[in-house]
């Protein structure tokens, strides 16, 4: 599982793709940011690693490197 | 998961009430995320149980049914009129029928209509019952709160009325249910009866992710099941009417379980999430009846956690009454 894909994964989520986000990049910081946002990155997540994250999951999490080590956990 | 299999009952039609009042969406991200532009919603004079009132009489009105003969009536809803007594029986005497009419009320939503049919035509094909009326329906705009986002654009209000019918040329229903209440928190009324939390909401709450990956998760597998337990075929399957969630969610489902978009329906554009409503709305608005050796496939999933899929092949075409508005 590479970083700088995921990365790329996670900003194909949004309509008009952010600029300047990193791994460090606390999530909830990037405009567009909203639930809906959040829906597609759990999907995204769902078919690219058939991995299930909960809301409460996403919620203890700050930033992107964040969903990638826990994804990375429960890939094994 | 409970499989069941019903002889010896058809369903006969359906008719939809929606109120006039149409709310629009606005936010462009929102309506092509969830595929809801708008909704109908009531005003604070009209319950649930006033839409499904107007589509049953419309529905015995078009199809010159007898009152006399309706001895089950079962009223699926998570917005009674009052939390006691049952709106079942308030809708028996307005509909004017007989006292020998079994009346229950049942309080599910999203897999509401299976769980409905399922028990109208159990109870009737045990009792040889001649007629049944199932009214399914929700005015869940009631329930959310204003400025929450992720649910007061989403939902819209319903009322739906199926007339089933004993008959012994029927082919067999098919149903598979099953639910998972440790999701119970998932979609909540909080504070809604008599377990009192720690705050004081009573708006309806809704887990976005949690309810979508049972959704995304759940759904697929469960209908799969169904499917090799009774070994049907899908590519056999004229139409599959799912709760309508929302378009991203549904989406998804259809393509983990493989099936074409064409053989689906979709009423989420000008009605939304109209909950417990779903299938048989859409079923009024986009498919306009079934017609006879058409086999049908319903799914509805959501709220409990809770759900049901129902198989048949009609023997008769199931008429279905212009959509009413009041």
Redesign the interface.
């Known amino acids: 599982m590479e970083q700088e894909k995921f990365l790329e994964q996670f900003i194909a989520q949004f309509?008009d793709e952010p600029t300047g986000v990193t791994m460090d990049t606390d999530f909830r910081d990037i405009d567009d940011w909203?639930?809906?946002t959040?829906?597609?990155v759990?999907?995204m997540i769902?078919d690219e690693y058939n991995v299930?994250?909960?809301?409460?999951e996403?919620k203890s999490l700050k930033s992107i490197r964040d969903i990638f080590n826990i994804v990375k956990t429960k890939i094994g | 998961m409970s499989f069941i299999k019903i002889e010896n009952i058809s369903i006969v039609g359906i008719s939809t009430a929606v109120p006039t009042q149409t709310s629009i969406n606005n936010n462009e991200k929102f309506i092509k995320a969830t595929g809801v532009a708008e909704k109908r919603i009531t005003d604070k004079k009209i319950c649930t149980s006033d839409l499904c009132f107007e589509a049953a009489e419309k529905l015995i009105s078009d199809l010159s049914i007898d009152k006399n003969d309706i001895e089950i009536l079962i009223f699926v809803t998570q917005t009674p009129d009052y939390k006691l007594p049952v709106t079942s029986t308030i809708l028996q005497h307005k509909l004017g029928l007989q006292q020998s009419c079994l009346c229950l009320d049942i309080p599910l939503g999203c897999s509401g209509y299976v769980y409905g049919l399922t028990t109208i035509s159990s109870l009737m094909n045990s009792g040889k019952i001649k007629k049944g009326l199932l009214l399914v329906g929700d005015t869940i705009s009631k329930e959310v709160d204003k400025d929450d986002q992720s649910t007061e654009p989403l939902f819209g209000d319903a009322g739906t009325a199926t007339l089933l019918s004993y008959d012994e040329n029927s082919n067999p229903m098919l149903f598979g249910l099953g639910s998972d209440g440790e999701g119970y928190e998932s979609i909540i009324i909080p504070n809604s009866g008599s377990r009192v939390g720690n705050n004081e909401t009573k708006k309806l709450f809704l887990n976005g992710i949690d309810v979508f990956n049972f959704g995304t998760n759940k759904i697929p597998k469960v209908v799969n099941q169904f499917i090799d337990n009774f070994t049907l075929d899908k590519d056999n399957i004229s139409h599959f009417v799912f709760h309508q969630a929302n378009k991203f969610m549904n989406d998804k489902i259809y393509k983990k379980l493989g099936i074409s978009v064409d053989k689906t329906s979709s009423s989420l554009k000008k009605f939304g999430n109209t909950s417990s409503a779903t299938i048989p709305l859409t079923i009024v608005t986009e498919l306009g009846g079934i017609k006879k050796d058409n086999s049908i496939l319903f799914c509805g999933f959501g709220v409990g956690l809770s759900w049901g899929t129902f198989y048949t092949k009609m023997n008769n075409d199931i008429f279905c009454s212009k959509l009413i508005e009041i």
């Open positions: 309509d909203d639930s809906l959040a829906l597609g759990i999907s769902d299930k994250l909960s809301g409460e996403l």
